[in-house]
């Protein structure tokens, strides 16, 4: 008799899979219980000891996969899984699935486990963990959890890795690449990038590439939602470094440094992310480049900061060069940047600096230029909020000939050696008696988006930016943090 021809998914393009009832019947006759005896532990009052996790109730993108089903699992589940150890201790709830089904039968074996490594050994593998979990089978109890999934690459010893460690590389790996379309070797371990991390930016590249090349055939700008998306895709790092961004509760913020940087030891390179993941920069880059108005179209920068929900407190850069440019991003609200326009660091006490001098700018809906050496600060926000700083480092001019044609090639408008820094913003003036602010020149701009974005590739460029004097809005005084 031929076998059964596989239907083409509408979704994938691909054979959908065939389920096979091989063994069902087995698997009936192996039953631990009968039907009536399993609906005894399906109260609701039961299942309320047994809640799912409560990200499983926020709406994921669908992301096609196999024979057009949703995809893989949440990724919330993939950072908590892959953090079990052999000696993570669990349990499981109590006959969660039905009576009949092949399932049933593993379940009711590998749920005796009490750890990880019991239930490894019970014939239960890391994509019923993931399952499981998800559905509020499992319940973790303590035991040894990694504060960040293992990564193989800092394992001196290979031979110390137990069977539950092996046996979560090698799945966690798969289970990425499905998930994000990519290949087994695009997910090999590198310095620096934990495998979550390192797919979540080859998916965002490889969107940024397609963008791209579509804002090309189309003739059009890359637009807000394209690099919304190429951003909330982005995996961001834990940045420790950035000490005087810090809000008072937090130890860390989700912010990467993309293009040139000069490290701890004084060397002037392009960040590994950069070399790595170029379609991404350009994006950003072609983003910017293609909105610049008449006022600023001579802006250079070598640097970006991107950042991911959280609010700056007041601070000042440490040494960059000439004016930065700033936009937000995401579905948020609030959120506003804060700046001290005629701040020039000679007031150290960032709490006594004169509140008339704060100017308050909505970055979602325009693009601000400032001086990142001056004060300034961001407010409290709801939702997602990212953030783009485009801006020019300190030694900048220091740089070699291949990390300036290294920038160039990804769109990145290079300042020249001998630049001068006050072309498009004046000096801050300062707070001295006597001094008129107002004479000093303009020293911060912003320009509407709903203007930059009619622009068209090669149009003349938007006019008659704000200076600091034309507000949005004054707010009340932020603190800074101690």
Known sequence: MP?????????????????????????????????DEWMEFQTQSFSAKWPKPPYMNEKVAVRHIRDGGEGAYRDQTYAI??????????????????PGSKSHVRYEEYAEAKTIGESLALGSYPLDWCYDYEHGFIKVLGGEIRDEPLDPTTVEDLHKLTNVDNCLLQWYRRELSKKYGLNLQDLKEITGEPMMMRAHRLHADKHAEKYLADATRERRLINDEEVEFVLSTWGFARNTTRQNVLPGDKEWVWSDTIGLLR???GDIHLTKATVRYPAVVAILNRWLTERLPKEAESFKFTTLNLNKNYAAKRHRDGNNFGPSMIKGFGEYKQGELSVFPSDDRAVTDLDKLPMDDRVTFDIKNNLVMFNGNSAHEVDDYSGDRYSIVYFTIGC??????????????????????????????????????????????VTVRSWAMKDLNRRKPG?????????????????????AAS
């Open 396 to 441: 900048h001019s220091k740089m070699t000939d291949e990390c300036r044609q290294g920038l160039a090639k990804i769109g990145m408008p290079v300042p020249a050696p001998d630049e001068d820094p006050r072309s498009l913003l004046a000096a801050p003036p300062g707070y001295s008696k006597g001094k008129s602010r107002s004479a000093s020149g």
């Open 81 to 98: 899984v892959t953090r079990w150890t052999e000696k993570t201790k669990i349990q499981y709830r109590p006959h969660a699935k039905a």
């Open 3 to 35: 076998g059964k021809t596989a239907e083409i998914s509408s979704v994938t393009g691909k054979p959908k899979m065939i389920r096979s009832d091989k063994g069902r019947e087995e698997a009936k006759k192996a039953a631990k219980m009968t039907k």
């Open 459 to 479: 149009s003349p460029t938007v006019k008659n930016g704000q200076d600091s004097k034309k507000v949005i809005k004054k707010t009340q005084k932020k603190p």
């Open 263 to 265: 490290d701890r030891c």
